[in-house]
């Protein structure tokens, strides 16, 4: 059947990026090894990446917002990561065996994350969830985990069930266990007085609530205020594991993540992204009791030939010290950076009237929602427009602005934008939002 053929916002047809396109998707499926970065006609290839700006294969240079979906807290290629990262090259790229390396990092997650007694270092946010999971059912020796709606926390079976990001769109993925998903009991975020009666209804089942402390996977939400300490109060109330999936929000809301930005103490914390800005390097941590269970120490097997790799390792150390040692000015800095791209964008829907839009932002992140509604769970963020979001995505893209391509993502400042990123991206949110009103007409 022949193809509408798409005009593309990524670059002129026959692009470099619509060339290896075409020759990706023969291979990759889709083209792509994650489906978040496809979007319609095809998307934009990189070719490479510093501070702010991402270029892509077509030579041009786009602010980004995407940042590695939150990874890139410091920013692309930020020197003292880089550097250790090439100076262990040399030295050799994996062991299997133990290194002080490891030590370290370890020590250091410990000292920034007030729940991480000890620590399991591994590769990726999916690994550190599902592993998180399995010690919450060894050590209640019951079942059943609870999530929130639109909540995502990797590409497992287990979690996949009403899950954010790009799962969003699916009703349910393909060749997940039903007696696996069957296990997951789904419940509202924000909505601390549904989560006790599904709690209780459960209290001999329930292992865990895996939960987002921010959700950053429907766009954003923020817990509504004592959400989180009631759900702290609830699942201790039931012998039930509080696992905060930190994988966005740690080291990125405050160097001990949500817990400490929240004052909450999970039982155990999972996290990636920004602890390697940009390297694969993730980690379980949690209370002492829990984390001992962990082979070869205690019955609950996880291993991986990867884990705690030197290279990724040597990155996720520089990354942590360099935020120990500015944390009093990259903290404030990016919240401010963020807090102007938002003002701004705000003061522009007021000056151009008529575009419903709400916007959630807390420290570094943002997103804004096409629905006038406060968006508070995954219900209402589902509210908003996506037709709308779209054009948003195309149009700022058309002014070399890359957020994240769906409207149930969010967009990420880093310590590396600057003054005039925010004038150019508030400008070119200005123009985009003209685009939308006058197809509103
Ligand atoms: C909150 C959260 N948890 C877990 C994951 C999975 O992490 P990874 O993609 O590194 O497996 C993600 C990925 O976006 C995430 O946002």
Same mark, same amino acid.
């Given at each position: ?320 010290? !360099?935020? /120990? ?8 800095? =990016?919240? *401010? %950076?963020? +807090?102007?791209?938002? &003002? ?65 993502? !969010?967009? /990420? ?8 990123? =925010?004038? *150019? %991206?508030? +400008?070119?949110?200005? &123009? ?10």
């Amino acid at each position: 059947m022949a193809q509408k053929r798409q005009t593309s916002v990524v670059a002129a047809a026959s692009s470099r990026s619509e060339q290896l396109y075409n020759r990706a998707k023969k291979v990759l499926p889709g083209g792509v090894d994650s489906p978040v970065r496809y979007f319609e006609p095809y998307p934009f290839f990189a070719a490479s990446a510093r501070g702010s700006k991402l270029v892509t294969a077509d030579h041009r240079t786009l602010t980004d917002y995407c940042m590695g979906y939150g990874a890139m807290l410091l920013g692309h290629g930020y020197p003292s990561v880089l550097d250790a990262a090439r100076s262990q090259l040399d030295k050799g790229t994996l062991y299997c065996v133990p290194t002080e390396l490891e030590i370290k990092l370890a020590e250091l997650v410990s000292k920034a994350v007030p729940c991480a007694d000890m620590v399991r270092l591994v590769n990726t946010g999916s690994e550190a969830t599902m592993n998180a999971i399995r010690l919450a059912r060894a050590f209640t020796k019951k079942k059943k985990v609870i999530k929130f709606d639109g909540g995502y926390h990797g590409a497992h079976d287990y979690v996949l069930v009403k899950a954010g990001s790009g799962a969003a769109s699916l009703p349910a993925s393909e060749g997940v266990l039903e007696e696996a998903s069957a296990q997951t009991i789904v419940s509202p975020y924000n909505d601390a007085a549904e989560l006790e009666r599904t709690i209780e209804r459960n209290r001999d089942d329930a292992a865990c609530v895996i939960m987002e402390p921010v959700l950053a996977n429907i766009g954003l939400v923020l817990p509504d205020k004592n959400y989180l300490s009631d759900v702290r109060k609830i699942t201790q109330q039931n012998d039930t594991v509080l696992i905060f999936d930190e994988v966005v929000t740690g080291f990125r809301l405050a160097l001990g993540g949500a817990g400490e930005f929240f004052g909450i103490r999970p039982d155990l914390a999972t996290f990636a992204k920004a602890l390697g800005n940009g390297f694969p390097v993730g980690a379980i941590a949690g209370s002492k009791e829990i984390m001992q269970q962990l082979a070869p120490a205690g019955r609950v097997y996880q291993a991986s030939t990867f884990a705690g790799n030197p290279v990724s390792v040597s990155a996720a150390i520089a990354a942590l010290s !360099t935020l /120990f040692e500015a944390k009093d000015s990259i903290y404030p800095q =990016v919240a *401010r %950076t963020c +807090d102007s791209i938002v &003002e701004g964008i705000r003061e522009e829907l007021e000056d151009i009237g008529g575009i419903n839009c709400t916007i959630n932002s807390i420290g570094s992140m943002y997103q804004v929602f096409f629905t006038a509604d406060r968006v508070r769970d995954e219900a209402s963020a589902k509210k908003a427009d996506p037709a709308k979001f779209r054009k948003l995505f195309d149009e700022l893209l058309r002014r070399n602005v890359f957020i994240p391509p769906s409207q149930f993502e !969010t967009c /990420f400042v880093s310590y590396a934008h600057d003054e005039d990123d =925010v004038d *150019r %991206t508030v +400008d070119a949110y200005s &123009e985009a939002f003209k685009k939308i009103k006058e197809q509103q007409k």
